[in-house]
């Protein structure tokens, strides 16, 4: 784990969604194609997705009263938990760690989409197209795996959504301090919002991103009481792999197969067992 952290204050943000794209500007990434009602309480693009690595989304946090519901923001990019469970699940060890941070080396991703489906926070997806920057580098391949790397891939001391904040909302630096910063902050909420929480203390053991809430995880779709992987039948669909993905050649699409091949060979034998 890095011995840094970000911190967002979702009760400090405005909503403007400068972080989503400073993230873009900076990595590269192409816009998204979008529908007014696109997405929930017309939130656009809808969600994260392989272009869109930090995603601000709106909605009612409390419709107790409907002349005047309680609307409020959440922020989600990789959370980098400590112990991942996509790096965990990944057959081809493409998911390795940069200053602490989980990042995806897209040159090894087979785009099997094993961390699409371990990841309880729905953060990387495979893209389905490539796309070139300005400058001529392929920033999205396709069928790879994406996700925000904590701005370790362009030497950035202070990672483009945080520096780009007008409000402080996000912030970066030690994660002690940060979670002190965050616990303060809780407190204060408190006084108005009696179930304000911090969230990303101890999950996973202990994730990148603390984020502070003026209310229950849950409220804002975030998982509680989250649970590492089943490495039994993950090492059990890494073995049938491992023997599949010799007939591959080293073919990526022969590869995916392979996987697909093995998950499946895992699920008869835990059926029939
Ligand atoms: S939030 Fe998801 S993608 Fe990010 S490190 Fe955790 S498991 Fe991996
Ligand atoms: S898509 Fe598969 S190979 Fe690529 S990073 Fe995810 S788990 Fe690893
Ligand atoms: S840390 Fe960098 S890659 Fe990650 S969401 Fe922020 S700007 Fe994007």
């Known amino acids: ?26 990595n590269g990434l192409p816009g ?19 272009i869109t690595w930090n995603h601000v989304k709106f909605f ?4 107790s009263n409907p002349e005047r519901p309680i609307w409020t923001i959440m922020h989600k990019k990789c959370f980098h938990c ?19 941070w989980a990042v995806i080396d897209q040159d090894r991703c087979i785009g099997c989409g094993a961390c699409v489906n371990a990841c309880v926070y729905n953060v990387p997806q495979v893209s389905g197209f490539d796309h070139v920057n300005d400058v001529g580098q392929k920033i999205v391949k396709k069928d790879r795996s994406h996700k925000c790397n904590a701005c370790t891939l362009n030497e950035r001391e202070v990672p483009a959504c945080v520096n780009t904040c007008p409000s402080y909302a996000l912030l970066y630096g030690n994660r002690q301090e940060m979670l002190k910063i965050a616990k303060k902050r809780v407190k204060e909420l408190q006084k108005d919002f009696p179930h304000a929480s ?12 603390i984020t502070v809430l003026r209310d229950r995880p849950e409220k804002y779709g975030l998982p509680v009481n989250v649970q590492a992987i089943d490495m039994s039948r ?11 993905s010799l007939f591959t050649f080293g073919f990526p699409s022969l ?3 392979a996987y697909r091949m093995a998950r499946s060979f895992s699920q008869t034998h835990s059926v029939n067992s």
């Open 1 to 26: 784990m890095s011995d840094n952290a970000f911190l967002v204050d979702t009760s400090k943000c405005q909503g403007c969604r400068a972080c989503q794209v400073a993230c873009k500007q900076w």
């Open 32 to 50: 998204e194609k979008t529908e007014f009602f696109g997405g929930v309480e017309y939130t656009n693009p809808a969600e994260l997705s392989a």
């Open 60 to 63: 009612p946090i409390d419709r």
């Open 234 to 244: 993950v090492e059990e669909i890494k073995n049938y792999y491992s023997f599949f």
């Open 255 to 257: 590869k995916r197969t």
């Open 82 to 100: 400590h112990e991942a469970n996509c790096e965990r699940v990944c057959p081809e060890k493409a998911i390795f760690r940069l200053d602490g």
């Open 198 to 209: 911090v969230y990303g203390i101890d999950e996973f053991g202990g994730l990148g991103v």
